[in-house]
């Protein structure tokens, strides 16, 4: 048995540009179909996020989670952070049988126990928390960057 490496001859050089072109071709698409899919959702998703606070965030769930679908490698892990935290919010009101929009951690719905405000308060802590708000900030700045349109979320 030989341990000879081989060399590609002049035959390969073809082989090899053409799967690099296929290769960048295919993340430009990504690419491209990432920032359509972010100016197509930026009219709606300012809409959404006029009124603020976690509400909205909770409102724009399904417009974050088509970004995230479309999203491109280097800002996947962001969106599903993110994702993730809204989607708990999301879910720890609706177990607690809270309306996102008017819930006021200063002035708790009437009967709300002292566990399911708990729970509510966990998870607005980890919607608010620095690696949260920092991914919030990376998918911005990539939307900026690469699709040259602001999401200001």
């Keep these: 048995m030989s341990s000879a490496v081989r060399v590609a001859g002049p035959r390969a050089f073809p082989v090899v540009v053409a799967l690099l072109v296929a290769v ?31 509400a909205a965030l909770v409102d724009a769930l399904d417009v974050f ?46 009967g709300l126990g002292a566990d399911d405000r708990a729970r509510i308060e966990d998870a607005a802590r980890g919607l608010g928390a620095r690696e949260t708000q920092e991914a919030l900030a990376a998918v911005e700045q990539q939307a900026l960057d690469v699709c040259q349109t602001p999401l200001s979320i």
């Design 65 to 110: 989670r088509d970004l995230a679908d479309s999203a491109p490698p280097d800002v996947r892990d962001e969106w599903a952070l993110v994702n993730d935290r809204i989607a708990t919010l999301a879910d720890t009101l609706a177990a607690a049988g809270v309306d996102p929009a008017s819930y006021d951690a200063e002035e708790p719905p009437a």
């Design 24 to 54: 960048l071709t295919g993340c430009a698409s990504d690419q491209e179909r990432y920032c359509g899919a972010v100016r197509d959702h930026q009219a709606e998703l300012s809409d959404l996020l006029a009124s603020g606070g976690d």
